[in-house]
């Protein structure tokens, strides 16, 4: 889950002049990959091969 503390940092981290555009990318950059790491310690991830299997369809 995204916090308050993550949330600020990244803010911090952004230069001293940048567009909301700027901010919004890092905010939902940053949501995504709190996400994924939520799913990969929850297990709710692919192998490789399965990975391959989904994207075979995709990739013909």
Same mark, same amino acid.
């Given at each position: 889950?995204?916090?308050k503390?993550?949330?600020?940092? *990244?803010?911090?981290?952004?230069?001293?002049?940048?567009?909301?555009?700027?901010?919004?990318?890092?905010i939902?950059?940053?949501?995504?990959?709190?996400?994924g790491?939520?799913?990969?310690q929850?297990?709710?991830?692919?192998? *490789?091969?399965?990975?391959?299997?989904?994207l075979?369809k995709?990739?013909?």
């Amino acid at each position: 889950m995204l916090t308050k503390e993550k949330l600020l940092q *990244t803010i911090k981290d952004l230069p001293d002049k940048f567009s909301l555009d700027d901010v919004l990318d890092r905010i939902i950059l940053l949501q995504k990959v709190e996400i994924g790491l939520e799913q990969s310690q929850a297990g709710q991830t692919n192998s *490789t091969d399965e990975a391959k299997g989904k994207l075979k369809k995709w990739l013909k």
